[in-house]
């Protein structure tokens, strides 16, 4: 496909990114960085909660959007991006922060304080039910999910780059699970994503469907399995940076290694493990650093 950016807008009716009002809130000094809670609109209005954490002492080298894991946990997501919660693997904000990086982590819809009638790190058993209506209430209305979720996902770096006060050419787009794929479809139809760090994500709709994995509810769109695939999505990174960590033992991520074969040229760093979906030290790690490279200018693609 030769123009997956304008084709997936128009497919899922995609406006184009827009400036928005912030507003900004309390401020906590934390070792090395400091946290702060802001909130700026959605389309329809409503707020969307995130935290904002930028480094001490020294101005930031880049920045990043880090999506948060989905993992059945919906009273988790930004404060699991900033290690208050939930898997320290997934403290990407902290471990960024301390590195340099202005880091900004939002509530994806229906996840912590975006859901309706409950707020905080607390779960609710009506959780999941609200993730599915997210879904099932904008499919009878003719839209889309993923329409949703890709609208916050470039207000989220507009914020990024509004407030972070870093260069435009090193800020990008991060997360794993489903933060990754997330990260995977922004950075496709939005160039102001310099970079792309995508874990536990990558994997082709064909497989999944044969091992009979779970598809998010983010990529429930009728028809896009005959038009779109994530080769077309990775392809349409490049030349930008793409980092894509994996595991043999992840079937959400099953067959990385074969998707990232099938695209050209050579911005793709693929790290792939003998492990399941779950991060670790390693991967953790990794992902930090090539993020920190890319914000600094340093090529690491292999």
Not at 46 to 64: E, M, N, Y
Not at 114 to 143: I, T
Not at 202 to 210: D, M, P
Not at 241 to 256: E, H, I, M, N, W
């Amino acid at each position: 496909m030769d123009d997956v950016a304008t084709f997936l807008r128009d497919r899922i009716g995609l406006a184009a990114p827009v400036d928005v009002a912030v507003t900004r809130g309390a401020v906590e000094a934390c070792d090395g960085y400091d946290r702060e809670r802001i909130e700026y609109p959605c389309l329809e209005g409503d707020p969307i909660p995130a935290f904002l954490f930028t480094p001490h002492g020294r101005a930031a080298r880049g920045g990043v959007v880090a999506f948060h894991q989905h993992n059945g946990e919906f009273h988790f997501g930004k404060s699991e991006v900033a290690g208050l919660v939930g898997d320290p693997c997934q403290a990407f904000g902290p471990a960024l922060a301390r590195a340099g990086l202005v880091v900004l982590a939002p509530d994806s819809i229906s996840f912590e304080d975006r859901r309706a009638g409950v707020r905080g790190v607390e779960s609710d058993p009506h959780d999941w039910l609200q993730h599915y209506n997210a879904m099932s209430y904008r499919l009878l209305q003719g839209d889309l999910l993923m329409r949703k979720c890709l609208d916050d996902a470039q207000r989220a770096l507009g914020v990024l780059l509004q407030l972070g006060g870093v260069d435009p050419r090193r800020v990008g787009v991060a997360g794993h699970s489903y933060g990754g794929t997330t990260a995977l479809y922004h950075a496709a139809l939005d160039p102001r994503c310099r970079f792309a760090a995508i874990s536990g994500a990558v994997c082709s709709l064909a497989t999944r469907q044969r091992e009979g994995t779970g598809i998010l509810l983010f990529e429930a769109v009728p028809r896009l399995a005959r038009d779109l695939d994530h080769h077309d999505l990775l392809a349409a990174i490049g030349p930008r940076p793409a980092l894509v960590v994996s595991g043999t033992q992840d079937k959400y991520s099953r067959d990385a290694d074969a998707v990232v074969a099938r695209v050209a040229g050579d911005f793709i760093t693929a790290l792939r493990v003998d492990r399941g979906h779950a991060l670790d030290p390693e991967r953790f790690d990794a992902i930090v650093g090539w993020i920190v490279a890319q914000a600094r200018g340093e090529s690491t693609t292999q």
